[in-house]
Each structure stands twice: as structure tokens, then as C-alpha cells.
């Protein structure tokens, strides 16, 4: 059955090829045809799908098989070279957007004000060692810049609080 099916439709497609010679020629007539072709290659004790495609489509395969292969593989050889050159244009589009994107994000953050409360501010982390001394300092002193999310963003907008 399955076989049978494919049949159809191999036939089916190299009769919608033939539809733009043979529309001139028959016009309105040409639809009825068509309906009746379908009809029988579409009847199973016809097996007029397995006829049209042993008659017509499978020689006319066979006879231009390399000629197909190569379309083929020139198709997909065009179609690579195209998705490659998609793709490193993509990349390029990503880098400059995303460049300009953490630029803004940068931006974005030095205008949020900054909250003056104890609990926004940082504390020292204050460690004592056997001997009593202080060890580490906090991690950002007053003065110091917070680490920038885009490289070009000036230190000034974003001086930690």
C-alpha cells in the first residue's frame, strides 16, 4: 500500500510539471483530464500509479539520474557555502550588538541610585588571626571602582557607593 502511495505522488508532481505546457493547450479541459488521470492511477485493480511510474517517471529517472545527482549536489553544496556565510554574518551582528547591549546594561546601572541605608552599604569583612592583627580589608574601599560589565564604560559611572 505504502509503495502504491508513493507512486501517486511521484506521478502526481511530474504531472503538476507538465500542467504549464499542456494549460495552453487544453485549457478548462485540462482540470478534468487531470481528474481522471488521478482517478486512475489512484484505483487499486487499475494499478494505474504502478503503470505511469514504470512506463514514464522511472526510465525517464534512470536516463537522467546523473544529471540529477549533480544538481543535487551542487544544491547542497550552495546551500552550505550560503548557511556558512548566514552564520559568520550572524556572529558578526551578535559581537557588535552584544558590545553595544552591555554598554547600555553598564549605563543603565551607574544611573540607578544608589540607597544610603546600613543595610545597602558594604561592611569590612574583618578577619583576626592568632595573633590578633586584622587581615582582610573590605572587598571595595572608598574609592575604589566596581568591575565594569562592559569593558569601555567609563570608571566614573560606576563608582561604587
Known sequence: MAVLLDCVWVVH?????????????????????????????AMRNAQGAKTVYSQAVAPFLLRHEAQIDDGLEFTRQQASKKGLEAKDMALQLISRKSHDILKLIGMLVASIPQETSPTAQAKPAVQETDTGSQGAKSALDEGDTAPSIAGDVDAEATRSC
Open 13 to 41: 508532481a511530474a504531472g503538476a510539471f507538465v500542467d504549464a505546457v499542456f494549460l495552453e493547450l487544453l485549457g478548462a479541459n485540462l482540470y478534468l483530464l487531470k481528474l481522471a488521470i488521478l482517478v486512475y492511477m
